[in-house]
Nanobody
Framework: QVQLVESGGGLVQPGGSLRLSCAAS????????MGWYRQAPGKQRELVAV???????NYADSVKGRFTISRDNAKNTVYLQMNSLKPEDTAVYYC???????????????WGKGTLVTVSS
């Protein structure tokens, strides 16, 4: 069974920084895409940053220049470095991955349980 486990959320003041981690574990043959989404209260879940199938990165316009996604392929882990945080960044941050656990089976899309980021003074 494959799962994603996020960590690193918490309370931070405006202008501060946080680093989120997401580790994929279980039977993993390959990871196609992996990245971060967020959902603020009363809003739809939205893309934050993701590694595409080609290895490039996509960012939401609202976080460009402030957030950086990185990864450690050996550990099947992605990170989200969040700087210059704003109150509007407050949300539950979810890790998502499209991956193949068995080359003879279809790929799967999985989500982590989420980690809460609160930006407030």
């Amino acid at each position: 069974q494959v799962q994603l486990v996020e960590s690193g959320g918490g309370l931070v003041q405006p202008g501060g920084s946080l680093r989120l981690s997401c580790a994929a574990s279980g039977s993993i043959f390959s990871i196609v895409t992996m990245g971060w989404y967020r959902q603020a209260p009363g809003k739809q879940r939205e893309l934050v940053a993701v590694f595409t199938s080609g290895g490039s990165t996509n960012y939401a316009d609202s976080v460009k220049g402030r957030f950086t996604i990185s990864r450690d392929n050996a550990k099947n882990t992605v990170y989200l470095q969040m700087n210059s945080l704003k109150p509007e960044d407050t949300a539950v941050y979810y890790c998502n991955a499209d991956l193949v656990s068995d080359p003879d089976l279809d790929g799967i899309d999985i989500w982590g349980k989420g980690t809460l980021v609160t930006v407030s003074s």
